[in-house]
Every structure is written in C-alpha cells, then in structure tokens.
C-alpha cells in the first residue's frame, strides 16, 4: 500500500491511538479536474472555437495593422469564459494536491487543504457508486449522519468500490 502524506495535518487528528488505515487511496487527477469541471470546459472550447474563427477571419480580412490592437482587446474580454474555465482548473489541481480518501478500522475519511471529513461505520447509512462509461472512473459515495463524502475520480471505480463495500460491511 502507497504511502500518502497528509499535508500538515498531524496524525493524531485524522485517526484515534488505536486506528489503522485499512485503505487509501487519491483520485486520478485528470479525471478530477474534469469531472468537477466538465460542462464549464465543453462551453469553454465551443466558446474558444468560435472565438478563434472570429479572430482568424478578422485578422485575414484586416487591411491596416494597427486596428489589430482594439480587436485583441475585444477578444480578451469576450473569452472571459474560457479564462473562468482556466482558473477554476487551476484551483481544482492545486486542490487535488491535498486530497486523501482513507477508510480506517474505524471510520471513513476524507481530506483536502480546507476540510476533514469523518463518517464513523456504525453512522454509515448507504454507499453509492457512479462510473463514467468512457474511461472507467468513477466517484463513490458515502452517506451517514451529517455531509456525506464523495470519493472523487477514482481509477478502477468499479473494484474500488467493491473493495470500499466489503471493508464498511465488515467493521459495521
């Protein structure tokens, strides 16, 4: 089992004296990105190609160089989704740096740089699994008492969630 670093948070604060981590594991950070951010992006690129051909017929069909200026200007403003879309890509991988999903003997664990979520098994209500066709990964979620976590990106998530469903089942 890889190693995970917990990013500052001390161990003693994710996990009780006598807790052992069962299962770790992180999402693949592709599938992260895009997934938190899907509809944005396929707006993003549309926007981008129409913007594109805007930009290519106009600057062909322009006869004096200095008016290029103001036409960059608009364009700059006018792809401000495509910017939105970036930035919030950005976030999302610097936030997949600090993501850990960990399941222990006692509890299910979810962390990143602002938030821990704990659901302890015996609270634990239901278990529910999504997977894209496509590429085969897929998000796992677990309900109980308060938040439930979303296990994001998983690779395999098929396995992944069998493997999640046997150790919740064991130590309920």
């Known amino acids: 089992m890889k190693k995970i670093s917990f990013d500052g948070l001390s161990r003693n604060v994710l996990f009780d004296d006598d807790e052992n981590i069962i299962w770790q594991e992180r999402p693949n950070k592709f599938n992260y990105i895009t997934s938190n951010n899907a509809i944005p992006l396929i707006f993003a690129i549309i926007w981008l190609s129409f913007d594109t051909i805007g930009i290519v017929s106009v600057t062909i069909a322009m006869k004096d160089p200095s008016d290029f200026l103001p036409l960059l200007f608009f364009f700059a403003i006018h792809m401000i989704p495509v910017w939105i879309w970036i930035g919030s890509a950005i976030k999302l991988a610097k936030e997949y740096k600090s993501i850990n999903y960990i399941l222990t003997n006692k509890k299910v664990i ?60 064991n130590y309920q």
């Open 110 to 169: 979810a962390t990143n740089d602002k938030t821990t979520l704990k659901i302890n098994y015996k609270d634990v209500s239901d278990v529910s699994f999504s997977e894209t066709r496509i590429s085969k990964r897929g998000d796992i979620t677990i309900k109980g008492n308060g938040q439930p976590i979303k296990f994001c990106g998983l690779k395999n998530a098929s396995k992944q969630y069998a493997t999640i469903r046997l150790i919740i089942d």
